[in-house]
């Protein structure tokens, strides 16, 4: 791709994000600067979640979409990494926006010399200078060296004439260069051994508009622990706090605030603009922290972290929660009167780790268990789980793939076991239900199966597509005989909205009559897509 579009935004957003998912436990582990709280790399993949659900859907210019995309980013900002990371995506969509040869005002270039790869160059140049201006102290060995260094970058390849990809190439490849090397930058990230926990996480970001850009997807290998030098990092002392909130405040004001809260404590950022700010401090004062932002403007949607002993100020009421993720209304039902929480989920419509969040924190409940039901909602799951222990609250994930695997689940769950022989017996009672399910092919693909065309029948076993026939009927049954041929006890079938009733009753005459082993339920689940969701345990 040659031109940053609209197109190019979402599918760096979503890339990025799927990215961050698989890469948030290893940032996570690796965080040990400015506090050794373990939650850089959800953070990150929060902050990510929050700009990817501002951007709306249907068509938009690309103003509107980076606009957007800036703002959700700045609104969803968590932690002194995610901060940071707003400011880049905000900075980065100012200066595009400006800058791109394709985009026009009043039909005239906005800058006719510059070529896309020259805007993009500029572009990580004057995020990176927005983002050390944003931070009141700031500190190399950390993302900011990491985003300066992928600027230099890629400034010197767009110097050299290179394209659009070459330029992004060459950022993301001087960014891991300097991410090696912030281990020496900072004794904190010696002693303990690891890169920046930050810089880790924009590197993935950087890899993922690599894999956009030349077609290729780039795996990023998030850099592990190496031999420790010295003393644990994580004996490092510290304020006890982290204070963040947004603030409604004229910009005139935010230089001398920013100066006036790194005199109450350490990683002071302070980024936005157009009079909202995100606001975010390490201190051992909260009021006098808040006390600022009122002297200035409104500070609203107030955190307080207690990086030392979260748990011990959380006393939420009694009891076990279940918050289920479901795909119809027959569905919910389901899991409701098993005593599940409920989130609508479907396909194409994942649920947000904010609604997850949001859930537990109306369950009011200490222990948490969560059952995603989808494979790509586990990821989602897994950054609420570890937002969630960040207050004191205990949660555990169950990896349910399946809607029916998510039934097998609840089936078993009883609120008076301990939690976690709750956690096993769900987690088993998932493990060893295998899930299959039919559905109708609405567009020419290929599929692990071959190649399928609009309207044919195609049986889903363990989530790959397995088969393709002409007939629905004729799938179902290939599905179940599949799934029963490593054995089973009992069948489940889920029909879908439209789904036509005979087809359930087909598939069970031939469960009765070939298996007489096995017993089998029907249940409505009212979920699209599917005529038909499949359960063997």
């Not at 089973?488 to 009753?505: C, H, K, M």
Request: hydrophobic content about 45%.
């Amino acid at each position: 791709m040659e031109e940053l579009t609209v197109d190019v935004l979402r599918a760096w957003a979503r890339t990025a994000l799927a990215d961050l998912a698989r890469a948030r436990t290893e940032i996570d582990e690796l965080n040990v600067y400015p506090v050794p709280d373990g939650d850089t790399g959800t953070n990150l993949y929060l902050t990510w979640e929050a700009a990817c659900e501002a951007l709306p859907k249907g068509e938009l210019t690309f103003t509107e979409a980076i606009q957007a995309f800036g703002r959700g980013a700045l609104l969803g900002a968590r932690g002194n990494s995610g901060v940071i990371t707003s400011q880049l995506i905000r900075a980065c969509g100012l200066r595009l926006d400006e800058n791109l040869p394709h985009q026009q005002t009043d039909g005239v270039l906005a800058d006719p010399r510059m070529s896309e790869a020259a805007a993009f160059a500029d572009a990580l140049k004057f995020a990176a200078d927005a983002a050390y201006g944003a931070v009141a102290q700031p500190v190399e060995g950390t993302m900011l060296t990491v985003a300066r260094a992928a600027a230099t970058g890629a400034m010197t390849a767009a110097n050299d004439g290179k394209t659009l990809a070459d330029v992004c190439l060459a950022a993301v490849a001087s960014a891991r260069q300097a991410l090696t090397r912030t281990t020496d930058q900072l004794d904190v990230l010696r002693h303990a051994g690891v890169v920046d926990a930050g810089g880790a996480g924009l590197v993935v970001i950087l890899g993922a508009m690599e894999s956009v850009l030349t077609g290729q997807h780039v795996s990023v290998d998030v850099p592990a622990r190496v031999e420790p030098q010295g003393e644990s990092a994580e004996s490092q002392d510290g304020p006890a706090y982290e204070v963040m909130y947004l603030l409604d405040a004229p910009d005139d004001k935010v230089g001398d605030f920013r100066q006036t809260l790194a005199a109450l404590g350490d990683s002071v950022v302070v980024v936005g603009g157009d009079g909202l700010w995100n606001v975010h401090v390490h201190t051992d004062d909260v009021g006098a922290a808040i006390e600022q932002g009122i002297d200035i403007g409104r500070p609203h949607r107030i955190r307080v972290t207690h990086f030392d002993d979260q748990a011990h100020h959380h006393e939420p009421a009694p009891g076990r929660a279940v918050i289920a993720v479901v795909a119809g209304e027959g569905l919910a039902g389901l899991f409701a009167e098993a005593g599940a929480r409920i989130i609508r989920g479907a396909p194409g419509r994942r649920c947000s780790t904010g609604e997850l969040l949001q859930a537990i924190e109306q369950s009011q409940a200490p222990e948490i268990v969560i059952l995603p039901n989808d494979q790509d909602s586990i990821a989602v799951a897994e950054a609420a789980a570890t937002a969630a222990r960040q207050d004191g609250i205990r949660v555990a994930v169950i990896p349910t793939r399946a809607q029916v695997q998510g039934l097998a689940a609840i089936a078993v769950h009883d609120p008076d076991r301990s939690f976690d022989d709750d956690v096993v017996h769900l987690s088993a009672a998932a493990g060893q239900t295998r899930h299959g399910a039919v559905t109708i092919a609405v567009k020419d693909a290929w599929t692990m199966a071959g190649r399928c065309r609009i309207g044919d029948a195609l049986g889903v076993v363990d989530g790959d597509f397995a088969l393709i026939t002409g007939d629905l009927e004729e799938a179902a049954l290939e599905v179940v005989d599949r799934l029963l041929g490593g054995g089973g006890e009992l069948l489940t079938i889920v029909t879908g909205r439209d789904a036509d009733p005979a087809l359930a009753e087909a598939v069970e005459r031939h469960v009765r009559r070939q298996r007489k082993d096995v017993d089998v339920v029907v249940y409505d689940g009212g979920q699209d897509r599917y005529p038909l969701l499949i359960g063997v345990e």
